[in-house]
């Protein structure tokens, strides 16, 4: 690869430790993926700061680090493992939460925002079309690629955190244009709701693998974006899709090498199989990816003049800033359940709470049961709102 | 023997190798205080990686990986140096961040357990001083659809009796592709204006006791011809591909032809396209 005399100057050493550490992870990172320099970003979205997925390991790592490495440019947070002011509430217990805070101590220290979010791009770090950026958490690459037309790979939290260090990120894979083609047209045969784009981005997901798929026949908003993103991001690998609403739009794209399509009872064979319980769940959850304003005022408004159930627990997952934004919601919500910000069902300690969890979102319906020990109910959004309130 | 590699962060280590056939996950896959294997898919369940130069194709899983290396760095049992075939971002990660030595771009298969081994990041390669390395070519000779194979004789110093295609060793201060010349000139009789080159391959090594060979892959589609054997065979015979299973054959022969066919129809796409 080949670096400028200043990145030469960080790799020698020059810049100090952490930044030579930073640099050689990045150059590491460029030569394996035969990327011929690095090039500038404008933010960074930082994974690995839950203790329950980090560990012990993670914590030591982010310490030592902190001590001298300062971010260079906008730099985000992925969710934590707890709420960091309402975690005795989620039941989360003090050996934990001191090291989350220790976790959340060292990203402050490094300059980072405590976002604690999976949607970085709902509170502020938001790129413009084809700017570079060097996120991780791979529903955020997917929405920054695909939606906001910005270019980032899929990084790791090292990798990621050493870009936001330097400010760089190898000039590779989706941050070069003629990567960002689609290869594979989907073709969606039936017009989806909103509780058909996550399940639909699962059946994608798990088709198309690595490619980049332009999708045919819809034109989702941007809740339906979030959603169907996420899911293709978990059952496949897709960091990136394209989508037209008409052949018209569809016209544009000159690279599609095979075709397929997807029919409605391929969703519900999906679900089917995403559904791994059926009786009562110890917790429902929604967020995954977390609430946005218009999700908040959409679910307050149907549980507005229902009553709450109360035998089973409901959290809200939500960044701090969307919550702080919608005083009204949340006190509604409030009736039903936990708003659990900072965090989500797959990256709290949930399994030590819960033995089976409700969720609407095929991302979490993947996760749940390998890296949480949970059975899952998959539903509808509305059947989960039902769930809970009468 | 020498083998270069691609480095990857810094550093040198010496150990004995653990070979992992299949790609690993830390994740789940090593316990991370220890270093034993947790996989039981690796075939080295229980086995500990530390101090080890751990081989293995590639690393899988979760990008938590790499913090699991570093946890094994921090307990004392991460492996002394990490071979790969090729480098993924986890296990590079890893490797960086827990200031393992590791090589990538290296023929792990060769590589056997308890073998003496020197891994070398800054400059890029990997020593086996107790193994040797010896260079051969084998040529595919093609008529049509069909390929040449020819069995040993009872003369030859291994293999006696199977089937093979065009081979033999590399002699010092000799080039792949003059040695495939002589040897075609010596087992069939051809001379230089009787095929061309249609495609050559990356080498590809096969291993016995303390030998490795290094397989210089060719294939040569005769233009004009007849085949005249010397000593070293007894018979030749034209088949397809697909008949090359019910022939004994050679260590790796269908692994060189797949891998020359494969390389050919690509090189074909390419000039359609």
Redesign the interface.
Known sequence: MHLTKGEERILGGEEGETRR?AM??LV??G??SKAEGLVPIVSAQV??ASFK??????V??LEELSADAKVTVKSTLNPLGMDREGWRDLGIDEEFAEMQMRILRAYDKMGIELTCTCTPYFVGNRPDSNEHIAW?ESSAVVFANSVLGARTNKE????ALAAAIIGKTPNCGLQIEENRQPKVEVRVGFEPSFDDFSILGYVIGKSVGQKIPLITGISPAEDEHKAIGAAMAASGAVSMYRFAKDREECSQFDTIEETFSVEREQLNEAREHLNSSDSKPDIVTLGCPHLSVSEMKWIAWFLHGRQPRKDFQTWFCVSRKIANQCPNETAVMRQFGKIACDTCMVVAPIEKLSSSVATDSSKAAVYLPTLCNQKVLFRSRKKLLEMISK | MKLNG?G???GKSEGEVLQVERPISFLGGVE?KTGAILDRESGKLGESVADKILAFPHGKGS??G???I??LK?SGAAPAAIVNQK????I??GA??SEIPML?EIPTEILWDGDKAVVNADDGYLDLPDVTENPVVTGILRKGDKILIMKRSNEVGSFQGRWAGISGGVLDDEKPEDAMVREIEEESGLGRESYRLSVTGSPIFARRDTRVWKVHPFLLDIIEGEISLDWEHDEFQWITVDDLGSYETVPRLKNVIDVLLKIDRAEKKRVCD
């Open positions: 550490r050689e992870l590491a990172l030569d394996i994974a690995g997925t980090i560990s012990e390991a993670g030591e790592f991780a790791g939290g090292p990798s | 691609m990857i962060g810094h991370p990008t938590v790499s913090y699991v570093y946890q921090k480098a993924d971002p986890i590079a990660t960086i961040i990538s």
